[in-house]
C-alpha cells in the first residue's frame, strides 16, 4: 500500500489503537497494519466517521460556496458568509446518503449552465459539493471550474460515493483515460455502453450488506436479456439518458486520476486530505487545495 495515504488520510494511532485486536502494537506496527488492512477493512482511523464529522471539521471562516444539484443543502445557510450555486440537476442522492437541511431550500445565488463558471465573479475560500463530481460528465471541466472560484489558500471539499459500496457495485471503475476522453470530445449524450450497463447492471444501495458481502456473493446481476437490451434502446434513443450517474470512484482510483490529470497540467489541484470509506459506508471526503505556483 502507498504510503502516502498515511501522509493525507490525517491517522491518528491513537484512534485506531482503539480496536481491541490493535491494542497491544506499537506506532510503527499500527501504520503498517492501517496500511496493509486497515482501509480496506474500513477501520476507523482518526474522528473523521461520517459525512457530519466531515463537514464539522471544514475550515468555514471565509467566503463558503454550496455546489447544488437538487439536493438539499448540507451546510449552514444561515450564515452571512454562505452562498450557493445551482449547476443544474442531476440523478437525486439515495435517500440514506442525504442529510437533511435545517433550513429550507433557498433560491440559489449562482446558476452555471453548459459549464461556464465564469458567471461566478466571487472566490471562495471554502466551496463545499455532495455527489457532485460522480454526475459530471466532464469531472476535468467541473474541477478546473472550481480552481477559478479558490483563492490561493481556498479548500474544495468533496463528498464522493464509494462504488464498492453502492448500487455501482458491479459498474467498472471510472478511470482516466475515460475522463480525459470525455474531456476532449465533451458528448452531447453519455456513452451507450455506460447507459446500458447503468440501466442493467446496477444492485441495491444498502451500504452495509455491501460491505458484509466481500466476496459478491449476493445481489449480483442477472445476465442481460434481449428485453432489457430493447428497453434501454428506446430509452436512449427517446430521452438520451442525460440523467444517469456519469462516474464511478473509490479513493483509490479517484487519487490516481487526481495525480494524472495535475501531472498533465489540466488542474491546479492536489490532495490535501483524503479520508476513506468506513465500514458501513458508502462514501469518502476529499479536500483538495490550490497547487503552489511554480516560479
Known amino acids: 500500500m502507498d504510503i502516502t495515504y498515511l501522509d493525507i488520510s490525517g491517522f491518528s494511532p491513537e484512534i485506531y489503537r482503539i480496536s481491541p485486536d490493535l491494542r497491544g502494537m506499537s506506532k510503527e506496527q499500527l501504520i503498517d497494519h492501517y496500511l496493509t488492512y486497515g482501509i480496506n477493512e474500513g477501520r476507523i482511523y482518526n474522528r473523521i466517521v461520517d459525512r457530519r464529522s466531515f463537514i464539522d471539521s471544514l475550515d468555514k471562516k471565509g467566503r ?70 460522480e454526475s459530471a460528465q466532464d469531472p476535468v471541466g467541473f474541477l478546473a471550474g472550481m480552481v477559478e472560484l479558490l483563492p490561493r ?10 462504488k464498492r459500496y453502492s448500487s455501482d457495485r458491479f459498474i467498472p471503475e ?48 442477472e445476465p442481460l436479456t ?38 498533465l497540467g489540466l488542474i491546479n489541484l492536489k490532495i490535501h486530505r483524503l479520508f476513506h470509506t468506513v465500514r458501513g459506508s458508502g462514501e469518502f471526503y476529499v479536500v483538495l487545495r490550490k497547487n503552489d505556483p511554480v516560479n
Not at 427517446?238 to 487526481?258: E, K, V, W, Y
Request: aromatic share 8%.
Open 153 to 162: 489558500d481556498g479548500s474544495l471539499n468533496l463528498v464522493i460515493a464509494d
Open 226 to 263: 434481449i428485453e432489457q437490451f430493447d428497453k434501454v434502446v428506446e430509452e436512449y434513443n427517446t430521452t438520451g439518458c442525460r440523467d444517469l450517474q456519469a462516474n464511478h470512484f473509490t479513493p483509490q482510483s479517484f487519487m490516481s486520476i487526481i495525480n494524472v490529470l495535475k501531472n
Open 64 to 133: 463558503i460556496l454550496e455546489i447544488l444539484s437538487g439536493e438539499e443543502t448540507q451546510l449552514d445557510t444561515r450564515a452571512s458568509n454562505y452562498k450557493t450555486l445551482d449547476i443544474g440537476s442531476i440523478t437525486p442522492t439515495s435517500k440514506n446518503d442525504v442529510i437533511q437541511s435545517s433550513t429550507p431550500l433557498r433560491q440559489p445565488d449562482y446558476k452555471v449552465t453548459n459549464g461556464d463558471y465564469t458567471v461566478v465573479k466571487d472566490h471562495f475560500n471554502c466551496i463545499f459539493a455532495s455527489h457532485i463530481l
Open 174 to 221: 471510472t478511470d482516466v483515460f475515460e475522463v480525459l476522453q470525455r474531456n476532449l470530445q465533451k458528448p452531447s449524450l453519455p456513452d451507450f455502453a455506460h447507459v446500458l450497463r447503468m440501466k442493467t447492471q446496477a444492485t441495491h444501495n444498502d451500504h452495509r450488506v455491501h460491505w458484509s458481502d466481500i466476496n459478491q456473493n449476493t445481489a449480483r446481476p
